[in-house]
């Protein structure tokens, strides 16, 4: 007794009678035959939100093919004739959402269903330093970026750069920055987000001002001519002035520390006199008194003065006035 060939999967029966002259003749004889052989293994599958890869087993007697809908899956064969393994490969979720599909996979007349699940991924996002603070003469930091998504750096003011202002995953940032021309501290924000997030991570970026300090801050003469010196103590660039006649300066500017030296001339008159040197670096101006005045503030804060005194002259009287 022989069969043919089952070209389905599913099993096939039969049943034999003999029979004479319309009467059965003893027993009848049921046969079955068996399904082509098709399975795969496993059934479903589970990925993190990275990228990933499993292997799919197909047990088939026949020819087979696979039906993939879903862009972030990929197969490393979509067809074959017998038993094979196929490399299943996810792509990374860039999204919160969890994302399901399936896979067909059919043989002759039988489907069946690979159920694909990838999990949505858990944003992380951290910095290894919320302020950054640098020196007048400016330089650069380093910014150190924990992250396994996409984020952008922004607010980056006027007088810092960044070597990058965007990137996916684990980053160090140069921040730059200029000198500081003035003597006021300055401050800005640099705002860290993840992308499509509303709720940055804030990082304070801090610059130390000039210096500039004076020794001494006064200076008083006798009525003769003489010259004092002033010390300078700075870290910019700073300019010297003086609106009084009787005044003349060594030097009007230099950068760091210096000195000036003060020069009156001598005083011909019976009245004190007062003047003023002022020093001046980046934002720090002054109202020079032209008189004995009080020295009055400007725009942002006054600069280091010096005030000078010069005694009235001493006449003496003649014997033949009196």
């Known amino acids: 007794m022989s069969a043919t060939n089952n070209a389905s999967t599913q099993s096939r029966t039969a049943t034999i009678r003999v029979s004479q002259e319309g009467l059965t003749i003893g027993n009848s004889i049921s046969l079955e035959q068996a399904g082509k052989a098709f399975a795969i293994s496993p059934q479903s599958m589970l990925f993190e939100d990275t990228a990933g890869l ?3 087993e197909i047990t088939a007697e026949e020819a087979w093919s696979i039906s993939n809908e879903a862009t972030w899956i990929s197969l490393s064969a979509t067809s074959g004739a017998t038993h094979a393994s196929v490399t299943v490969s996810v792509a990374e979720n860039e999204s ?26 858990v944003f992380a996002l951290d910095v290894d330093s919320k302020e950054l603070l640098f020196p007048a003469s400016g330089g650069d930091k380093s910014l150190s970026i924990s992250s396994n998504t996409y984020w952008t750096l922004t607010g980056a003011p006027g007088w810092a750069t960044l070597s990058k202002e965007s990137g996916k995953g684990d980053a160090t940032v140069t921040v730059s920055a200029g000198e500081n021309p003035n003597t006021t501290e300055r401050t800005d924000t640099l705002y860290l987000n993840l992308k499509d997030k509303a709720d940055p991570t804030l990082i304070v970026l801090k610059q130390q001002g000039k ?26 660039a700073w300019t010297a002035t003086t609106e009084t006649a009787w005044i003349t300066l060594s030097t009007t500017s230099g950068t760091g520390d210096g000195t000036i030296d003060v020069s009156v001339t001598e005083n011909i008159s019976d009245a004190e006199r007062y003047g003023t040197v002022s020093v001046t670096l980046g934002d720090k101006t ?12 400007g725009p942002e804060q006054s600069p280091p003065v010096a005030d000078l005194y010069q005694p ?5 009287h003649h014997p033949l006035d009196q």
Do not use: C, W, Y
């Not at 994302?99 to 159920?115: A, G, P, Y």
């Open 312 to 316: 009235r002259r001493k006449f003496r």
């Open 54 to 56: 499993q292997t799919l």
């Open 96 to 121: 919160e959402t969890g994302r399901e599909s399936t896979v067909n996979v059919t043989m002759l007349d039988k489907t069946l269903h690979l159920t694909i699940k990838q999990k949505g991924k």
């Open 286 to 297: 002054a109202i020079v008194p032209r008189d004995g005045g009080a020295l009055g503030d």
């Open 211 to 236: 210096t500039l300090k004076l020794d001494p801050q006064s200076l008083t003469f006798s009525d003769k001519s003489d010259t004092q010196t002033i010390r300078i103590t700075s870290d910019g």
